[in-house]
């Protein structure tokens, strides 16, 4: 069974650009979370997405956004981006929200600004 | 705002001795905890995940305590092989398990496996 596939895997930009990050979570699972990891701040929740809505999201401002799609896959975008946002972007699935299963990660998109 | 932390930033053991690896909380509404291992360049890896109506669950080397009277959080790893030297992180979930999920992660501990 495949696991939670993540594209690309490096990504450069500089700022001011806009960036859309892919996810495929593992087949069946239908909620996906987005993380930011950052050696100053750690792990921190962006946002979780199931049936195409988002059900639940972290600290972030306006500029980072995501979305679902009818197949679970989900993407997310930062527009305006500032150095600051250079992180390692982390996509986790599970079978449904809030049933207390794990959340499976990704290997993640590494994005650095310029 | 509530968070996950760690005891200690890293560790270090001799190949084949036990690890424990401790990790504290502060959100008593917490009712799921997750050990996840990162290793170099990958995402964290899932270990072994508790409930809150539960004080222990063990796995294949793997053993999580739960105190929820102090909120403490601790991975036991049996006979410590080099493979297992990552960053090892707690998390919860702190949104219940009808509202959604949204860990909060601590802040890591790396363990070294000395051969």
């Known amino acids: 069974k495949a696991g939670v596939t993540q594209t690309p895997r490096y990504l450069i930009k500089t700022r001011g650009q806009q960036v859309t990050l892919s996810c495929s979570p593992i087949s069946g699972h239908r909620s996906v979370s987005w993380y930011q990891q950052t050696p100053g701040q750690g792990l921190q929740f962006l946002f979780e997405?199931?049936?195409?809505?988002?059900?639940n999201k972290g600290n972030f401002p306006g500029r980072f956004s995501g979305r679902q799609f009818s197949n679970s896959r989900s993407e997310m975008n930062v527009s305006t981006l500032e150095l600051g946002d250079s992180a390692l972007y982390l996509c986790?699935?599970?079978?449904?929200?809030?049933?207390?299963?794990?959340?499976?990660f990704g290997d993640g998109t590494r994005l650095s600004i310029l | 705002g509530e968070s996950v932390g760690l005891h200690l930033p890293t560790l270090s053991v001799q190949e084949g001795d036990n690890s424990i690896i401790n990790c504290a909380y502060s959100n008593s509404a917490s009712d799921y905890f997750i050990w996840y291992k990162q290793e170099s360049g990958k995402g964290p890896q899932f270990i072994i995940d508790i409930r809150s109506n539960m004080d222990k669950r063990q796995g294949q080397r793997v053993t999580v305590l739960l105190n929820k009277t102090v909120k403490h959080l601790s991975l036991q790893i049996a006979a410590t092989q080099p493979g297992d030297s990552a960053v090892y992180f707690c998390a919860e979930n702190s949104l219940g398990e009808t509202s959604g999920s949204r860990l909060t992660f601590g802040e890591g501990t790396q363990l070294t496996v000395n051969p």
């Open positions: 997405y199931f049936s195409e809505t988002q059900r």
């Open positions: 986790a699935s599970s079978l449904f929200p809030g049933s207390n299963q794990p959340q499976h």
